[in-house]
Nanobody, 123 residues
């Protein structure tokens, strides 16, 4: 069983930045991803990255503001979030490693999930 531990969430004002990290207990050769869930809303795929970091996909609302990356030597995923907006508020979860190995923003594409880290952006 792969365990994922996220960190880096917090409260910031609009326009601020945060960097999320997710450490996996086991090495994986598949894609990883970040999801978020706001109260009363469905879990949303935010960004996904391939094993070799040669392919990334972002949901439209974060393109140009968020950057996903990974360090395979440290079994770690990152999400750099800049120009944060109040609508970015939510619980952020990392997910690994995709069932097909390929990048995916679909929640059912992942078996392992972290416990989540809260991001709150105030206006």
């Amino acid at each position: 069983q792969v365990q994922l531990v996220e960190s880096g969430g917090g409260s910031v004002q609009a326009g601020g930045s945060l960097r999320l990290s997710c450490v996996a207990s086991q090495r994986g050769t598949g894609a990883g991803a970040w999801f978020r869930q706001a109260p009363g809303k469905d879990r949303e795929g935010v960004a996904t990255i391939s094993y070799h970091s040669d392919k990334t996909i972002y949901t439209d609302s974060v393109t140009g503001r968020f950057t996903i990356s990974r360090d395979n030597a440290k079994n770690t995923l990152f999400l750099e979030m800049n120009s944060l907006k109040p609508e970015d508020t939510g619980m952020y979860y990392c997910a690994a490693w995709s069932r097909t190995g390929k990048v995916s923003l679909a929640p059912d594409g992942y078996e392992h999930w972290g416990q989540g880290t809260q991001v709150t952006v105030s206006s």
